[in-house]
Each structure stands twice: as C-alpha cells, then as structure tokens.
T-cell receptor
Framework: GDSVTQMEGPVTLSEEAFLTINCTYTATGYPSLFWYVQYPGEGLQLLLKATKADDKGSNKGFEATYRKETTSFHLEKGSVQVSDSAVYFC???????????FGKGTKLTVNP | SQTIHQWPATLVQPVGSPLSLECTVEGTSNPNLYWYRQAAGRGLQLLFY??????ISSEVPQNLSASRPQDRQFILSSKKLLLSDSGFYLC???????????FGPGTRLTVL
C-alpha cells in the first residue's frame, strides 16, 4: 500500500538556521503531496501542497518540490524562526481516494 | 470562507463511560467528513469518513462509532470507553475526494 517516510526527529535548530525535513513516499500512480503543520495543542494546518511532478509548493517561506524520480517531497526553509517550532507531517493522497496517508511527523524546535 | 469547529476541546472521562464528540463545518455544502485519531507515538489514523448524511465508512474496527445526522455535522461516539481510546481526535473536511483535507482544532480525550 501507499506509505510516507519522514526523517526521525526531533530536530533542534537555532533561529535563522536552514531547515530541511526529508520526506519520501511509496505510491502507485501519481499522488498529490502535502505538508501539514501542527502547533502545540492545535489541529493540523495545511502548509503547502503539490499535485504533479516538478511542482513546487510554497507558503510562509517554506518550500517543497515534488520529485517523481526520487519519490521525494523534502521541506525546506532558508531561515527558521522560533515561531516555526511545531510538528511537521508529510502526507499523500491518490486521486479519488478518501485516504490521506501521513508520515509519523517530525518535531521541530527552534531556539532563540 | 469555510470553518470547522470541534467540541469539547478537552475531555476527561472514566473507563466504561459513554462518549460524544461533535464536529461541524460552516461555509460549504455536502462536504466529505473524516475522523482521525492521533495517539502518542502512533501518528495519525483515519477512523471514519462520510460522503453524505447517514453514510459512514469505518476504517478500523473498534468500540467507536460515527454518525452524520446533518449535512455538516459529524459525531464520534462510544458506549463504553477504554483506556486505549485516549488520544487527540481530529475532524476534517474536503470537497468530494479532492486532494485537500482541512482539519479542525481537535479534541484531547483522556480516559482514566
């Protein structure tokens, strides 16, 4: 079945550091890919998405590019802030499917 | 714009007691609705989804049930809670089986 693998956390960075959170997937067909963010005590918020190969999703300084050849959707940000501290989930869905398949999440802590 | 509400925000219940969690969506019609559970160390698990009033599909056999009495209302219930039912319950909606699901703020359930 379809699956998503994220890098193990937690990740701890200093403010203004560069962030990469790796995500790879296994899926038949051509899934849509997502990054969701969960701030402490809150629900999930959609951060960005990409629906086809070579698409780049971006939002709030975060970026991720849909790489079909490497089945990856790595999340990057050039300069993190303390307010970016949260848990980040990579996910996929196949067209016409009710299932959103999540990775296990990566906890990011940014220190001042 | 669309909004999704969940209540209560937190709940502490004894083992064997009943449960009712409610989710409502505003600003859209005939959404697909979903219940997820986020348990410690286990990621996000899809429990139920619904494509219309009275239509419920279960993903995981358990002592929980779901109902959709109105177009934009989704209820998660149990007759007798187990310790293993503790977790963070998230409701989500989407337009059909389109690719993006939007999540509510969640309910933190602790069963003692």
């Amino acid at each position: 079945g379809d699956s998503v693998t994220q890098m193990e956390g937690p990740v701890t960075l200093s403010e203004e550091a560069f962030l990469t959170i790796n995500c790879t997937y296994t899926a038949t067909g051509y899934p849509s890919l997502f990054w969701y963010v969960q701030y402490p005590g809150e629900g999930l918020q959609l951060l960005l998405k990409a629906t086809k190969a070579d698409d780049k999703g971006s939002n709030k300084g975060f970026e991720a590019t849909y790489r079909k050849e490497t089945t990856s959707f790595h999340l990057e940000k050039g300069s993190v802030q303390v307010s970016d501290s949260a848990v980040y989930f990579c996910a996929l869905t196949q067209g016409g499917s009710e299932k959103l398949v999540f990775g296990k999440g990566t906890k990011l802590t940014v220190n001042p | 714009s669309q909004t999704i509400h969940q209540w209560p925000a937190t709940l502490v219940q004894p083992v064997g007691s009943p449960l009712s969690l409610e989710c409502t969506v505003e600003g859209t019609s005939n959404p697909n609705l979903y219940w997820y559970r986020q348990a410690a160390g286990r990621g996000l698990q899809l429990l139920f989804y619904s494509v219309g009033i009275g239509q419920i599909s279960s993903e995981v056999p358990q002592n929980l049930s779901a109902s959709r009495p109105q177009d934009r209302q989704f209820i998660l219930s149990s007759k007798k809670l187990l310790l293993s039912d503790s977790g963070f319950y998230l409701c989500a909606w989407s337009i059909g089986f389109s690719d993006t699901q939007y999540f509510g703020p969640g309910t933190r359930l602790t069963v003692l």
